[in-house]
T-cell receptor, first 114, second 119 residues
Framework: DTEVTQTPKHLVMGMTNKKSLKCEQHMGHRAMYWYKQKAKKPPELMFVYSYEKLSINESVPSRFSPECPNSSLLNLHLHALQPEDSALYLC?????????????FGPGTRLTVL | AQTVTQSQPEMSVQEAETVTLSCTYDTSESNYYLFWYKQPPSRQMILVIRQEAYKQQNATENRFSVNFQKAAKSFSLKISDSQLGDTAMYFCAFMKLLSNSNSGYALNFGKGTSLLVTP
């Protein structure tokens, strides 16, 4: 299994809602990433998990809360989002965070905040 | 800080022709990795090709090859025999050491080049 899966594919939520994005990989990778991608822009790094521990938070607002319950699963909990948070949220994984690492991306979750 | 510049926002090529996408970067590191990623309209980001800076030989993957000029900090992608399925956004990316992590690396992307392959 060489893929990263993400659910849901699309999500529409109001500003008062709480929702979660899910990412899963079964490649034995020990590093997982969340990226945010606005339309016609490159992905921007949000969080990095290394060996199930949060190793980097790129100054992301607290309304985004990541969680790594185990080495295969990565969640992104959303609460009180703003319309400008509407974007494609990409999950990626790599064997580790140090040294050369190819990152494998999931298909993304298209989030719309009303 | 490492920056990645893709100067061609959009490009078009006819099927079966060859096209070259440009990328320049800025870094003070001596060893690093460079990547080209492809993101078709279906949005799945796929690795096209990678280059390790300490290797002088240019990487090649089937119809895709790079022209890596380390001194000039240039990393262009050549697509030969273009196919309709090559239509996508192409991102050049530099693997960077995260500023506040002892061992963390992540991808720093250029702004992308939108490539359209026409019949």
């Amino acid at each position: 299994d060489t893929e990263v899966t993400q659910t849901p594919k699309h999500l529409v939520m109001g500003m008062t809602n709480k929702k979660s994005l899910k990412c899963e990989q079964h490649m034995g990778h020990r590093a997982m990433y969340w990226y945010k991608q606005k339309a016609k822009k490159p992905p921007e790094l949000m969080f990095v998990y290394s060996y199930e521990k949060l190793s980097i938070n790129e100054s992301v607002p607290s309304r985004f809360s990541p969680e790594c319950p185990n080495s295969s699963l990565l969640n992104l909990h959303l609460h009180a989002l703003q319309p400008e948070d509407s974007a494609l949220y990409l999950c990626a994984s790599s064997p580790r965070t140090s040294g050369y690492n190819e990152q494998f991306f999931g298909p993304g979750t298209r989030l719309t905040v009303l | 800080a490492q920056t990645v510049t893709q100067s061609q926002p959009e490009m078009s090529v006819q099927e079966a022709e060859t096209v070259t996408l440009s990328c320049t970067y800025d870094t003070s590191e001596s060893n690093y990795y460079l990547f080209w990623y492809k993101q078709p309209p279906s949005r799945q980001m796929i690795l096209v090709i990678r280059q390790e800076a300490y290797k002088q030989q240019n990487a090649t993957e089937n119809r895709f090859s790079v022209n890596f000029q380390k001194a000039a900090k240039s990393f262009s992608l050549k697509i030969s025999d273009s196919q309709l399925g090559d239509t996508a956004m192409y991102f050049c990316a530099f693997m960077k050491l995260l500023s506040n992590s002892n061992s963390g690396y992540a991808l720093n992307f250029g702004k992308g080049t939108s490539l359209l392959v026409t019949p």
